[in-house]
């Protein structure tokens, strides 16, 4: 898969700094819940990421030993009036409709004091009105209240999230004088995951989730930021370019030499335009005179609309005047995404007087020619932020395979703790997703969510929208519905203070593929969200982010010199097609080297021509390798099921696949 990719909203030498990037099992032990094992409380005792309301003095983080299940601490609930209770709630997580959710967790009862149980509630929740004061409606609650007893007991309780979900909490229910003292511990929720499916090609399989990894150890991920251009590609030079930027799309046209970008500006007089530039090369760009709308009394210019969409899908194959489509906010009187056609991509017209989609105002839309599938991507408001009264920004996702009917949107990603974490540093307030391009890559889709680090309300030309850096990230779905946020951390990183783009990134909808190296186009601000306050401040320039082909992130061991431990990875058991194993590795970094074992899928032992000194090792940097065994190949165990072990020393192991 060689070329421009599209993304589905949502020549530069060198390799960028790697940097560690925590991973869910890491930040959140595999728990849809933070602090589920209530091991940090604040100075009212009570426990971080819940909220307790009611009888308030009756809920404290506590350390004693006999009643917790494991670590140092439980939370405690105290209820002996019959005047007031207590309820605590965790944070909502993203949750998807007619998946499982199973909460485990550990119960006990303090002797002498054990009365009725609290109840503990599984609940779920659908998008809420467009307000950013209120939280969707509940639609589904699962709920258990058990025995109480003083032996501690585990306890367990599994719901299927109803149609139309959102997102997911747990509570517990303390409403009973009669209920006594009782002690909570290790919380875990957990989302049952999508039906594994051996079969693997010539498909690049990425370690952007554990979907085939079954077990590991002295491994993980490690982010690697791309390499950027040192000045602008695009910058703004016309009179109607107060600044450049792109939300938008690259792509060439059936039969044409030309590339086609298509890029945003904001005008002096403060409207949105969609601009045309054109290359033959992808680095060295135009801004063809179109003569199709006027601006300060003249058409000779390259505005494509103003105030319309700025991500443009192409279908070749589409009825003529439906092969370029967009989706745009606030095209008629109704709140939400219009689509907009057209036959050339130059003239746009509404092709229909209603929203397809709801929400406002960032969207990416792009077809995927493999799975015959327009997909989009989009920003909605429909959550309260932790700063009241404001909205949580959000990526939700629709697809079509016609532009006329659309699925159910989902949500697919909302910023975490894990999130929020990057905005405490910078002694902020949360971190949400402005927005998120996605694509299909290989195996799997690849989510870039925009991450804007909000910083506070109080600064900029545009301080009441939140200001902050807006910083590209990466996540990954297998079939656009459960999104995995394996690591975490930029993709495309601020440069220095004082650059032309150290302030908010935002990304193009295509990538350009090559045998060795993967392309993005990205608008580069000076400014964070928020602007400036300073008038006429605020630039911004189009520039392009290279990475390695499949480089966003490595499964990475750094021993080196007989110090530290090798690391491994097995994979989950594969049916594969092709005679030959592929690897995408560099080396080069630790001195180390890769070797990769055949294992019998069913018993997990080494096939002996298969592993050991049988394998030989790989060296280098090299996007495309054949892993190699002495005296053997895997044509002896073609048709048959197996897992690999990769051995990974002092290497940066990026992919596998299999191939003729």
């Known amino acids: 898969m060689i070329g421009l990719v599209a993304l589905c909203a949502t020549g530069f030498a060198g390799v960028a700094a790697a940097a560690p990037a925590p991973s869910p099992p890491d930040v959140l032990r595999n728990n849809l819940i933070w602090n589920g094992s209530f091991d940090v409380a604040n100075s009212a005792g009570h426990p971080l990421g ?63 004091k054990a009365g009725t149980s609290p109840s503990v509630h599984l609940q779920f929740f659908a998008m809420s009105p467009p307000s950013p004061q209120t939280q969707g409606p509940m639609i589904g609650d699962q709920t258990l209240q058990p025995t109480a007893s003083e032996d501690g ?99 060439q046209p059936e039969d044409s030499k030309t590339y086609r970008m298509y890029y945003t500006c904001f005008t002096p007089d403060n409207r949105y335009g969609l601009c045309l530039a054109e290359s033959r090369d992808l680095k060295k760009w135009t801004k063809p005179n179109l003569g199709l709308i006027e601006y300060d009394g003249s058409t000779a210019n390259n505005l494509v609309g103003i105030n319309k969409g700025n991500h443009v899908a192409y279908n070749p194959d589409a009825p003529a005047d439906r092969r370029y489509a967009m989706l745009a906010f606030n095209q008629g009187p109704a709140f939400g995404y219009y689509l907009l056609t057209s036959s050339d991509g130059l003239r746009f017209t509404l092709a229909d007087s209603k929203p397809v989609l709801p929400g406002g105002d960032v ?47 989902t949500l697919a990603v909302s910023g975490e703790v894990a999130d929020d974490a990057t905005a405490y540093e910078l002694g902020g307030v949360e971190t949400q997703i402005y927005g998120m391009p996605a694509i299909k890559y290989e195996s799997q889709y690849i989510g870039i969510p ?85 008038p006429g401040y605020q630039k911004a320039s189009v520039g392009l982010a290279t990475w390695r082909r499949d480089g966003w992130v490595s499964m990475t061991n750094a021993a080196r010199d007989g110090l530290g431990n090798p690391g491994t990875i097995v994979t989950k058991p594969l049916a594969f097609g092709g005679d030959s194993l592929y690897v995408n590795v560099n080396t080069k970094r630790y001195g180390g080297q890769v070797t990769v074992d055949v294992l019998d899928a069913g018993t997990g032992e080494p096939i002996p021509a298969l592993s050991g000194n049988k394998a030989i090792p790989v060296r280098g940097d090299h996007t495309a390798v054949q892993v190699k065994w002495r005296g053997s190949s895997l044509k002896n165990v073609q048709g048959q099921q197996i897992k690999l072990r990769f051995n990974v020393t002092g290497a940066d192991l990026y992919s596998f696949w299999f191939q003729d």
Do not use: C
């Open 153 to 251: 007991q585990e306890l367990e309780i599994s719901a299927i999230a109803p149609e139309g979900t959102v997102q997911v909490r747990v509570q517990i229910v303390s409403d009973d004088p009669t209920i006594g003292n009782t002690h909570f511990d290790n919380f875990r929720l957990k989302e049952e995951g999508i039906a594994y499916d051996p079969k693997v090609d010539s498909d690049r399989e990425l370690f952007l989730d554990d979907y085939r990894i079954e077990s590991r150890t002295d491994i993980g991920r490690v982010i690697h930021p791309a390499k950027k251009s040192p000045t602008p590609l695009i910058q703004a030079d016309k009179p109607w370019e107060k600044t450049v930027y792109t939300y938008g799309s690259v792509m």
């Open 450 to 534: 925009w991450d804007v680090q909000l910083t506070g309300y109080d600064y900029g030309e545009y301080a009441q929208a939140g200001d902050g850096p807006v910083v590209p990230g990466i996540a990954s779905t297998r079939d656009l519905l459960h999104w995995d946020r394996m690591a975490r951390g930029p993709i495309i990183e601020p440069s220095d203070p004082g650059a032309w783009d150290d302030g908010a990134h935002y990304t193009a909808t295509t990538l350009n593929v090559t045998k060795d190296t993967v392309e993005l186009f990205y608008g580069g601000f000076n400014t964070g969200h928020g602007g400036s306050s300073i």
């Open 363 to 409: 969207v990416a839309l792009t077809y995927n020619a493999e799975d015959d599938l327009y997909v989009a991507t989009y920003k909605d408001r429909l959550f309260q932020s932790d700063t009241p009264g404001t909205y949580d920004r959000s990526a939700f996702i629709s697809t079509s395979k016609d532009l006329k009917t659309w699925t159910a949107e």
């Open 50 to 112: 819940w909220a307790v309301e009611g009888n308030e003095s009756g809920v404290n983080v506590v350390n004693r030993s006999a009643y917790r299940g494991t670590g140092l601490t439980s939370l405690q609930i105290v209820d002996d009036s019959a005047s007031s209770g207590m309820t605590v709630t965790s944070k909502r997580a993203v949750a998807v409709p007619g998946t499982r959710y199973t909460l485990n967790w550990f119960q006990k009862s303090e002797k002498g």
